[in-house]
């Protein structure tokens, strides 16, 4: 891979970005099938429990905190339907990794100021 803006190729195409302080992986195409997964979650028609629970968190009614419970509880079981790994092949995995090397290798890291000044 010859710049930052050549993807890493493959079922879900990997975009390398470095910025002033890290290398930056986008990944706009996990999204995608997470967010696709996420929706097909919800309007599983064998299964309607993750849609009557996204349901319920809309009611205006419930305590603050008895509804950050159940968002949480929801986006727990969301997040384990959900697409959450990126299969590369032998070469693309290490396209990927002489990519990040490159960017990487170009970052400054900042020098360590002196302890006395620390809050």
Do not use: F
């Not at 010859?2 to 890290?22: C, E, K, L």
């Amino acid at each position: 891979m010859s710049d930052d803006q050549t993807p890493v190729t493959g079922p879900i195409p990997v975009y390398v970005r470095v910025t002033p302080g890290a290398v930056v992986l986008d990944m706009e195409a996990l999204t995608r099938l997470v967010v696709g997964d996420v929706i097909e979650a919800l309007l599983d028609p064998q299964d309607t429990g993750l849609w009557d629970r996204l349901h319920e968190l809309a009611d205006t009614e419930r305590a603050p905190q008895e509804g950050l419970l159940l968002t949480e509880g929801l986006t727990a079981d969301l997040a384990d339907r959900c697409s959450s790994r990126v299969p590369l092949t032998v070469p693309r995995a290490r396209d990927l990794a002489t990519t990040l090397r490159m960017l990487a290798d170009r970052l400054t890291i900042p020098r360590q100021q002196d302890g006395r000044w620390a809050a």
